[in-house]
C-alpha cells in the first residue's frame, strides 16, 4: 500500500523544518506555508522556499491568510517596529508574539488541503516553547480547534493531527535536526521583517540559546 501523504504547515523556521523531515520517514509531504501579514512575512516565506529546495516535496503551496491586523491588535502584524526585545518581555510570550485565532485558522487552511489531496496526516511543527504559542494552553486550544475542523470534513476523509515536537524543548528540537541532517542555517526565527536577524527579539534569543 502507498504511503500516505502528510501536509506540513511550515513556517520555514527551525521546529516545522526538523517536523517535516521527520514526517518525511513515514511518506511524502505535501508542504503549505501561510503569510497572514506578519512583520518577518518576505523573510520566514524566502526561508520556506529554501526548505523546500532540501526537502522536495511532493507538493508545496504558499497560501495567505489576508490582513490580520484589521482583526487581532498583536505587535508581531505591525510594522512600524514595536515588537519588543527577549530582555523587555522576558518569558511573557504572549505580550509579542500571540496572535488571537491564528493557530486554529492554519489548521483550517491545512483541512481544506488535505482533503483536496487525500493526505492522511497534518503535521503541526511546534515544540514546547514556541514563541507563538499560548503558555499552557497553546496544546489544548489546537486539540479543540482540531475536534471542531474534524467534525466539518467528511468523516472517512478526516486525516490525523501529528505534532511530533510538541513534548520537545528547542534544545532537543536542534540535536534532532543534528540526526536528520537538516540545514538550520536556510530557516528564520526572527520575528521582525529582516533582511539580517535582529538578534534581540523572542524568536532570536530563543533560537541563539537552542543553538549553543
Ligand atoms: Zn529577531
Redesign the pocket.
Known sequence: MAKRLSVVLASGGIDSTVAAAVAAQHGPLALLHLEYGQQAEAAERQAFEAVCQWIKPMHQRVVSLGDWSGVADSPLLRPDGRLNDAATTGTSLLADSYVPMLAAAMLCRAAAWAYTLGAGRIVWGASLDNPSNDPGNADAARLIAWQLIQRSLPGEASPVLDAPLAQYAKAAVVALAADLSVPLDVTW????AGPD?????????ARARALG
Open positions: 526565527s526572527c520575528l521582525r536577524p535582529c538578534r534581540r527579539c523572542l524568536g532570536c534569543v
